[in-house]
């Protein structure tokens, strides 16, 4: 077998290839360059650019291993980077690492690296497949505040067997003292911790570039309907926001609702962010099948948010509503629904809706 390590110049995906090297596999880099049709444009990739092509190359040099360079910018453009510019002049909040994770890395760079012999792709990140009673299965890495396992909820079931995470047993903090022991080049190398092709952390303007003039200024609405400003468009604001809304209304003002149909922000306090459930859609089950029409699992609503208990109704069409046992505060459509047993992922879906309060006191609660 033949490994091939999704490397991008930083400390984790070299540590990666190091240890897989180490555990006796015949290794190779690869190296995903997101260089788009035009530099001019906005949402040229930084992290797998010319700087991150020659970080990766000189790690597979320290190593002794081959290193592939592949040319993705214009499949990042079509399956992730137009898709973020639709999603926030629909007035969703995107997350576009769970798009690449599930239609590029997983995907098209999968599929890729069986045509150069590969037959197992690794990747850095801090998550954990294993074979279990109910087969393989994607489980949290061990620690809860590096795990990533949110972000990988879309790979395919039948392609765990080949999917390699040789960090989801480690801490970050092992992680940086084995590149250090290993003498890796970019054992110094700081994290990463913005959008990659959003690169001078204005998105919006990746936003106009590619949807002129479906972001545009409209009301600004409080919880009654009141106009109370003029926002600048819908892509410059996310549920559960609060600062840069330049309004006084004698109370902290939040964010609660984007709305495309009117080309309207909501605002109003805090109580208004509060749900009892979420709609989702574009289900995908990694660790379960659709044999069970309800179940109870342990929901994480955001990357950085820990675990919620909630009943999750599947419906037709690959879509799900799910009641939270408790309500929740900031349930933001665009981003993903993962659903966890413990520590082993069971699915995901793209988060499209709340649930009104009507539908969580239902007696057949959650019917769909």
Same mark, same amino acid.
């Given at each position: 077998?033949? *490994?091939?390590?999704?490397?991008? %110049?930083?400390?984790? =995906? =070299?540590?990666?290839?190091?240890?897989?090297?180490?555990?006796?596999?015949?290794?190779?880099?690869?190296?995903?360059?997101?260089?788009?049709?035009?530099?001019?444009?906005?949402?040229?990739? &930084?992290?797998?650019?010319?700087?991150?092509?020659?970080?990766?190359?000189?790690?597979?040099?320290?190593?002794?291993?081959?290193?592939?360079?592949?040319?993705? %910018?214009?499949?990042?453009? #079509?399956?992730?980077?137009?898709?973020?510019?639709?999603?926030?002049?629909?007035?969703?909040?995107?997350? +576009?690492?769970?798009?690449?994770?599930?239609?590029?890395? /997983?995907?098209?760079?999968?599929?890729?690296?069986?045509?150069?012999?590969?037959?197992?792709?690794?990747?850095?990140?801090?998550?954990?497949?294993?074979?279990? &009673?109910?087969?393989?299965?994607? !489980?949290?890495?061990?620690?809860?505040?590096?795990?990533?396992?949110?972000?990988?909820?879309?790979?395919?079931?039948?392609?765990?067997? /080949?999917?390699? /995470?040789?960090?989801?047993?480690?801490?970050? &903090?092992?992680?940086?003292?084995?590149?250090?022991?290993?003498?890796?080049?970019?054992?110094?190398?700081?994290?990463?911790?913005?959008?990659?092709?959003?690169?001078?952390?204005?998105?919006?303007?990746? *936003?106009?570039?590619? &949807?002129? %003039?479906?972001?545009?200024?409209?009301?600004?609405?409080?919880?009654?309907?009141?106009?109370? =400003?003029?926002?600048?468009?819908?892509?410059?604001?996310?549920?559960?926001?609060?600062?840069?809304?330049?309004?006084?209304?004698?109370?902290?003002?939040?964010?609660?609702?984007?709305?495309?149909?009117?080309?309207?922000?909501?605002?109003?306090?805090?109580?208004?962010?509060?749900?009892?459930?979420?709609?989702?859609?574009?289900? !995908?089950?990694?660790?379960?099948?659709? =044999?069970? #029409?309800?179940?109870?699992?342990?929901?994480?609503? !955001?990357?950085?948010?820990?675990?919620?208990?909630?009943?999750?109704?599947?419906?037709?069409?690959?879509?799900?509503?799910? *009641? /939270?046992?408790?309500?929740?505060?900031?349930?933001?459509?665009?981003?993903?629904?993962?659903?966890?047993?413990?520590?082993?992922?069971?699915?995901?879906?793209?988060?499209?809706?709340?649930? +009104?309060?009507?539908?969580?006191?239902?007696?057949?609660?959650?019917?769909?």
């Amino acid at each position: 077998m033949k *490994v091939f390590a999704a490397m991008s %110049g930083g400390v984790d =995906s =070299s540590l990666t290839a190091a240890l897989l090297l180490e555990q006796g596999y015949a290794v190779a880099g690869v190296t995903m360059c997101f260089e788009l049709p035009s530099a001019a444009r906005p949402g040229t990739a &930084s992290c797998c650019g010319r700087e991150a092509i020659d970080a990766a190359r000189s790690v597979c040099r320290h190593l002794g291993i081959e290193h592939h360079v592949l040319n993705y %910018g214009d499949v990042l453009e #079509e399956l992730v980077i137009r898709d973020f510019a639709e999603e926030y002049v629909r007035g969703r909040t995107p997350n +576009p690492c769970v798009r690449c994770n599930t239609f590029l890395k /997983f995907d098209r760079l999968f599929r890729d690296i069986r045509g150069l012999g590969g037959t197992h792709l690794a990747t850095g990140h801090y998550a954990r497949v294993e074979a279990s &009673s109910r087969g393989w299965v994607l !489980r949290k890495g061990v620690d809860e505040s590096k795990d990533q396992s949110y972000f990988l909820y879309g790979i395919r079931r039948e392609s765990l067997p /080949f999917v390699l /995470f040789p960090l989801g047993a480690y801490t970050k &903090s092992q992680v940086r003292a084995m590149a250090r022991e290993r003498a890796l080049p970019v054992a110094e190398r700081p994290d990463s911790q913005d959008i990659c092709f959003v690169t001078d952390g204005k998105y919006y303007d990746v *936003v106009a570039a590619r &949807s002129p %003039g479906g972001d545009r200024p409209g009301d600004m609405l409080d919880h009654n309907g009141r106009v109370v =400003s003029r926002h600048a468009g819908l892509s410059r604001y996310t549920i559960g926001q609060r600062e840069g809304l330049g309004i006084a209304l004698g109370y902290p003002a939040y964010v609660y609702q984007l709305d495309s149909s009117s080309n309207t922000v909501r605002v109003g306090p805090r109580e208004k962010l509060l749900c009892c459930g979420l709609e989702a859609e574009g289900l !995908r089950l990694t660790g379960m099948d659709f =044999s069970q #029409e309800k179940f109870d699992a342990g929901l994480k609503i !955001r990357y950085n948010r820990i675990d919620i208990p909630a009943s999750v109704y599947l419906g037709k069409e690959a879509t799900l509503r799910a *009641v /939270f046992h408790t309500p929740q505060h900031g349930v933001t459509p665009g981003q993903s629904v993962v659903f966890y047993d413990g520590d082993v992922v069971l699915g995901g879906a793209l988060i499209t809706g709340v649930l +009104p309060d009507d539908f969580c006191l239902m007696p057949a609660k959650g019917e769909i």
